[in-house]
């Protein structure tokens, strides 16, 4: 089964930019449909972007559509989250997560899920 581990997160000022790492070990990476999903403190947690197995197709959430970015390299494993003009409201912790069916935002429709990394933007 996947086994999925973010990495970069960190505090940085609005209107900065930070890039997120999910990688993938267990499993075929390039089988899976990756998403990601944020969550913030009293907070459900909140769908923002999901790529193909293929990162020819992502679909993102209204509130970060231009903002972040969604990819993926198979060769490393790797899913990304480009996140660019970076809000105070973008404070949250960070998840990753697979699934087998296709591009998806419902987070019930994803069986793996990494631990999370936070992401804090200074006003």
């Known amino acids: 089964q996947a086994h999925l581990v973010e990495s970069g997160g960190g505090l940085v000022q609005a209107g900065g930019s930070l890039r997120l790492s999910c990688v993938v070990s267990g499993g075929t990476f390039s089988m899976y449909f990756m998403g990601w999903f944020r969550q913030a403190p009293g907070k459900e947690r909140e769908f923002l972007a999901s790529?193909?197995?293929?990162?020819?197709?992502?679909y993102y959430a209204d509130s970060v559509k231009g903002r972040f970015t969604c990819s993926r390299d198979n060769s490393k494993n790797t899913v990304y989250l480009q996140m660019n003009s970076l809000k105070p409201e973008d404070t949250a912790i960070y998840y990753c997560a697979s699934n087998l069916a296709g591009i998806r935002a419902a987070e019930n429709l994803y069986e793996r899920w990494g631990q999370g990394t936070q992401v804090t933007v200074s006003s």
């Open positions: 790529i193909d197995w293929s990162g020819s197709r992502t």
